[in-house]
């Protein structure tokens, strides 16, 4: 950077009203912005510096910025939201399978956390339900086997839309000639 001739501090107002400071150096050829990750204090400090140099008879004045401590936290952020999407993408496949030839139902759950497998005789089945959830401004409908104990175990974990919950529950139905 040659011949600066003075350094000030330009403030940002963001649309919620959050302000940001940044130190500009002004030279004849252009004007160097410098990060503007630090607080007001620091960017004052760091004006003053400059100013004092540019005013003085020193030849040169060494300044380091960095944002490592910035850089650090926003990559931490970035990995926890990563993390947390990665669990929730993650949810489990169902197969449940209902065999006629040895009176069982299969209800097998794999996932990168695990693989579950339920299993119960024909002959304790009492009905078919479908489970309703309210979610926002529609709801949400899961199959649900229930046991002559009372005992529910969904067919799948997930909600999703009455149409094809009712087909599925109907094409159990249709199979096992319940």
Do not use: W
Not at 127 to 134: G, L, N, P, S, V
């Amino acid at each position: 950077m040659f011949d600066p001739s003075e350094a000030y501090i330009l403030t940002k107002t963001g649309s919620k009203g959050s302000k940001s400071y940044q130190v500009i150096i002004v030279t004849p050829f252009q004007d160097f912005p410098l990060l503007s990750h630090l607080s007001y204090e620091q960017n004052q400090e760091f004006t003053l510096k400059t100013n004092d140099f540019i005013n003085s008879n020193k030849t040169s004045l060494f300044v380091q910025q960095n944002q490592r401590n910035y850089l650090f936290f926003l990559s931490l952020s970035i990995l926890i939201i990563m993390a947390i999407a990665a669990f929730f993408a993650t949810s489990p496949v169902t197969t449940c399978t209902f065999y006629k030839s040895i009176d069982k139902v299969f209800i097998e759950r794999k996932s990168l956390r695990g693989n579950q497998v339920i299993e119960h005789p024909l002959e304790n089945i009492l009905c078919f339900d479908i489970q309703e959830k309210q979610y926002k401004y529609s709801k949400l409908y899961r199959a649900v086997i229930v046991l002559k104990s009372f005992k529910e175990i969904p067919i799948n974990p997930q909600y999703t839309d009455e149409r094809s919950v009712r087909y599925a529950v109907s094409r159990i139905l249709l199979f096992l000639k319940l």
